[in-house]
């Protein structure tokens, strides 16, 4: 009676001979345990070594339908995007520094202080710059400046400053248009086409026109306004009435 032939999978040849090529055991023992030839193992090693590089050369077969739907998907995905991003610059641009400060997330696991600050175009000094309150000699001048304008509503940066230095404080025009600015602070003076108004402006009616005021508390008026106060300023609100 003869005996019957082994035969041995694919994916066997490849273990085994993977095993031999890895060179952990000697071919004997790796026969020895898989119950199979010493010259079986070594020709399978041979090929899985010949045949390896055709494993990476090969590339799967891809449908050119599928294929040029998702480049259509994604071209699509990217313009989108785009979009979106560019709408999103537009609404940032509204944005103060301060909000967009507030928008970052130092602890963010995929998007970096850097990227954020590039995606709110927001520079990275502007991020870190801690702000620091003003120096009590500053908000002296403030309330100097302030006290100024109220009695020469006209002095613009150049006049503010001559008169500062009458006064004895060495400041140059620099610092004074920043103060000023930080306060709202502008001369009053005569601007072009101030009586021109916009074609969409509502023209209010003046109600006390032809009334006669003849009684208490018939008309009230109201006016907002800030006053110095230590450490800075405070909003003041006066009701008064005619009559």
């Given amino acids: 009676m003869s005996k019957k032939r082994r035969t041995f999978s694919a994916e066997f040849k490849a273990q085994v001979g993977l095993e031999a090529l890895k060179g952990i055991e000697p071919v004997h023992a790796i026969a020895a345990r898989h119950q199979v030839h010493t010259v079986q193992v070594s020709q399978w090693k041979k090929e899985v070594s ?3 590089p055709e494993v990476f050369g090969q590339k799967p077969a891809v449908d050119p339908a599928q294929a040029i739907a998702r480049e259509r998907e994604l071209f699509e995905e990217i313009g989108r995007l785009k979009m979106e991003l560019e709408w999103l610059k537009k609404k940032l641009a509204r944005l103060g520094v301060e909000e967009r400060r507030g928008m970052i997330e130092p602890k963010h696991p995929k998007l970096s202080v850097s990227r954020q600050c590039a995606l709110l175009e927001l520079p990275r000094a502007s ?3 801690q702000p620091v309150p003003e120096s009590d000699e500053n908000l002296q001048l403030m309330r100097v400046i302030d006290e100024t304008y109220l009695a020469y509503p006209f002095f613009g940066s150049r006049q503010m400053r001559n008169w500062l230095r009458l006064q004895g404080y060495r400041v140059n025009r620099k610092r004074v248009q920043r103060l000023m600015r ?3 602070l502008e001369a009053i003076y005569r601007k072009p086409n101030l009586s021109a108004p916009h074609p969409q402006h509502r ?3 003046y109600l006390l ?3 006669v005021v003849d009684r208490p508390n018939q008309v ?14 405070g909003l003041a609100s006066k009701k008064w009435t005619e009559g």
């Avoid at 009230?220 to 300023?233: E, H, M, R």
Wanted: net charge positive.
């Fill in 50 to 52: 010949e045949r390896l």
């Fill in 127 to 129: 991020y870190y710059r």
């Fill in 182 to 184: 930080q306060l709202g």
């Fill in 203 to 205: 023209i209010y009616p």
């Fill in 209 to 211: 026109k032809g009334l």
């Fill in 220 to 233: 009230w008026a109201t006016d907002i306004t800030y006053l110095p106060i230590k450490g800075g300023f």
